[in-house]
């Protein structure tokens, strides 16, 4: 849930800076369709910190790599670890608050003993995984011999009309 928007971001720095087609996808929405593009040797980044959508993403990495994909995998989950072809260890902090119907905004509606545990660390996760991201960007860039702080045809600027 919370990685897609790392995934994107990668995504548009891979073509902003070394002008190849990324397209990002949720765990959930890759198995709709993108599955089927899915060759030996495709190159994947699966982007994997502990929280709720870990079973989900260990189960899509083992589908990915009995399909022969070559998968980057950015997480603190050895079993993931193991399954990539390369693998970032990225570990967060074991951050946690107590989320109850009062901080939620349901006036009490819910049943207070069914608190739902909220890791601040899942929550937070996209801000340092997205630096892989932008340097495996970087180096790629560098390594095809383009110069990623200087992308063709970009602005700094958008309008909207």
């Known amino acids: 849930v919370f990685q897609y928007s790392t995934a994107r971001e990668t995504a548009l720095k891979l073509e902003e800076t070394c002008y190849v087609v990324s397209t990002p996808f949720s765990t959930a929405d890759f198995k709709h369709g993108p599955a089927a ?11 994997a910190p502990p929280g709720r959508t870990s079973a989900d993403s260990l189960e899509l990495l083992q589908w990915l790599r009995e399909n022969g994909a070559d998968c980057l995998v950015v997480t603190e989950d050895e079993r993931m670890q193991e399954l990539a072809t390369t693998s970032v260890r990225l570990e967060l902090p074991a951050l946690a608050t107590r989320v109850t119907p009062a901080t939620l905004g349901t006036g009490g ?42 992308p063709r045809s970009l602005t700094k600027i958008t309008r909207t009309r």
């Open 109 to 150: 509606r819910n049943d207070p003993a069914k608190d739902v545990r909220a890791s601040l660390a899942e929550l937070l996760a996209p801000i340092p995984y997205i630096i892989p991201g932008q340097l495996f960007a970087n180096y790629l860039a560098l390594y095809k011999g383009l110069n990623p702080d200087q």
């Open 37 to 47: 593009l899915v060759d030996r040797g495709l190159p994947v980044i699966v982007f």
